[in-house]
Nanobody, 119 residues
């Protein structure tokens, strides 16, 4: 069983940046970052294939967020720039599969890290 551990969340002012990390206890395939905002449905914000050659982003974060990974460390990152108050939420990483239709979430998920964007 693979364990995932997120880190890097915090409080940041609008326009600021954060980098989230997700460390896996073993080898994983495709990875995705989800966020859960209060009163909203969980949203897949970014995903990346096993080799890192393919990525997808939600329209709401395109051009501001970048997902990348270091397979040697079994770690996936989410670089978040130009943060907005609507980016506030709990961010979770998830290990899944890459399909012809993009990322498909799997069973393994971390505990999440809180991101709060506020002045």
């Amino acid at each position: 069983q693979v364990q995932l551990a997120e880190s890097g969340g915090g409080l940041v002012q609008p326009g600021g940046s954060l980098r989230l990390s997700c460390a896996a206890s073993g080898s994983v395939n495709a990875m995705g970052w989800y966020r859960q905002a209060p009163g909203k449905q969980r949203e897949l914000v970014a995903s990346i294939s096993k080799g890192g050659g393919s990525t997808n982003y939600a329209d709401s974060v395109k051009g501001r967020f970048t997902i990348f990974r270091t397979n040697a460390e079994n770690t996936v990152y989410l670089q978040m720039n130009s943060l907005r108050p609507e980016d506030t939420g709990i961010y979770y990483c998830n290990a899944g599969l890459w399909t012809p239709f993009g990322f498909r979430g799997g069973t393994y998920r971390g505990q999440g890290t809180q991101v709060t964007v506020s002045s």
